[in-house]
């Protein structure tokens, strides 16, 4: 923790002083999230779990993620349009991995039809930790990077409002005025906004598809809103609702209940369990469509634990990007140690060092929503199993991070006010746009805190794990 908070962290009646504060304001400014006992009830809601103290972030750092935001962009947009690096590199995957093969079938039957789509929006978030080296000095260091349903980009724009106050009622005036504002529920909107305009239809709404429980429909609603303040029509419909009410005219535009689609964000889609036939017929449908699908399904293979792993490989980067040496380099300073479990020599040897000493790894597989990744004993053992099987090849190992904890209060509704060990994930929100070969939009969209008490490995808010948390920089 910041010096800054050490006479606070201690001082138990000032803290329960600002933890009351903390929590109306959280319910004030909007931080919310529905219940787990009725989630799709917003008559019973209570506020998103947050830390009472923002966290210190290392200054350089979380510049040097901004600097880079940008260039993973493009790197993503690049790695969407090359059909011939997305099937090698896959081809071991789609294998053993029964829902990325779904993916890349449909992937490649809408390509074989020819793509009916011309404009191309991407949503990112890149995510970092901080990895504490042997003499002290962190390191900036790229856990992944999310091209389908990033999110609490909306909440997250509400939560350093909630962090300048407590720090105000603490006596920290002057550290209240230095927390950085951060908008990212904007950024994303302009990035929809600019598809939906190119699209060309005044008259299509932008359709969110939305999960069947929908507790982070707050979340969701920040970025609603900032389209209905731009007069643009916002649905939100499900992959059973696209099945039943969802069609293609002959120029495969998309319609809902007879009105037009423009643009299709993606909040559901990233994981198997969702998928039943109908819903994979609906993702078909949608994918066929000229709908400006945010991510499109290329777009989220390019998102894959194994195609991250294959940019680390030296002379990937120089391949999809050649006319960019300045933004590779860039890249390839946020990387941690990735590697291969594709069956032969080299994963072999891997395979084997994993199990020598597990706790220098983490092991991944090619899903998304926080709680999949393997540690230490786990890890060991699903290795063990799993050896000499082509199973091994649906999953990557990375190096396993070390961030340096620090003491802070983790704000749940209903637990006890205590004080844990807890270490940050920062992540950087990308937009782009994209319309035939041209690119319109390419920034960065603003930036989100995760903090968890140290005990839990794995895990997003929305897994009920880590909680919103705002940048102390320093």
């Not at 006010?417 to 319109?440: A, D, K, P, T």
């Amino acid at each position: 923790m910041a010096a800054a908070w050490q006479d606070v962290v201690r001082d138990a009646a000032a803290v329960r002083e600002a933890a009351a504060v903390a929590v109306d304001a959280a319910l004030l400014a909007g931080v919310l999230m529905r219940t787990g006992e009725q989630p799709n009830a917003s008559d019973v809601v209570n506020y998103a779990p947050f830390t009472l103290l923002p966290s210190a972030v290392p200054r350089a750092l979380f510049e040097q993620a901004y600097s880079v935001q940008q260039d993973f962009n493009l790197l993503v947009d690049a790695v969407s349009q090359n059909k011939e690096f997305l099937e090698q590199t896959l081809a071991s995957t789609i294998k053993v991995d029964d829902f990325t093969a779904r993916l890349f079938r449909i992937y490649m039957q809408v390509l074989e039809e020819g793509l009916a789509q011309t404009v191309f929006l991407g949503i990112n978030r890149s995510d970092y930790m901080f990895d504490c080296g042997l003499d002290g000095t962190a390191a900036l260091r790229q856990i992944e990077i999310n091209t389908i349903a990033a999110s609490f980009g909306g909440l997250t724009s509400r939560t350093a409002d909630v962090h300048r106050l407590v720090l105000k009622v603490l006596g920290k005036t002057e550290e209240a005025s230095q927390l950085l504002p951060n908008n990212p529920a904007k950024g994303l909107a302009l990035g929809i906004a600019k598809a939906w305009e190119l699209y060309g239809s005044q008259r299509a709404v932008v359709m969110f598809l939305v999960e069947e429980v929908q507790r982070n429909i707050f979340d969701q609603r920040c970025v609603e809103n900032e389209l209905w303040n731009r007069n643009i029509r916002v649905v939100r419909k499900r992959f059973r609702d696209v099945f039943e009410q969802g069609s293609l005219d002959a120029s495969r535009r998309l319609y809902m209940d007879g009105q037009e689609v423009a643009v299709v964000y993606y909040r559901e889609g990233y994981v198997p369990q969702i998928y039943d036939e109908q819903n994979w017929e609906a993702r078909l449908l949608l994918e066929r469509s000229r709908a400006v699908k945010c991510p499109d399904i290329a777009t989220q293979l390019a998102g894959t634990k194994k195609v991250q792993q294959e940019l680390s490989r030296p002379g990937t980067l120089e391949k999809l990007l050649p006319s960019h040496p300045e933004a590779i380099a860039r890249i390839r300073a946020t990387f941690a140690g990735l590697y291969s479990l594709d069956e032969g020599e080299e994963g072999d040897r891997i395979a084997a060092t994993a199990i020598a000493d597990p706790d220098r790894f983490v092991l991944k597989p090619q899903r998304e929503g926080g709680g999949n990744n393997l540690y230490g004993e786990e890890l060991r053992e699903v290795l063990e199993k799993i050896k000499d099987s082509p199973e091994r090849t649906s999953y990557i190992l990375m190096d396993k991070i070390k961030p340096q904890p620090a003491l802070n209060y983790l704000l749940r509704a209903h637990s006890p006010l205590q004080v844990s060990e807890c270490i940050s994930e920062l992540g950087i929100f990308g937009v782009y746009v994209r319309q035939g070969r041209e690119l319109v939009l390419n920034q960065a969209a603003g930036h989100l805190l995760r903090t968890k008490a140290i005990e839990h490995a794995d895990g997003g808010v929305a897994a009920g794990v880590a909680v919103l948390d705002t940048p102390y920089l320093l």
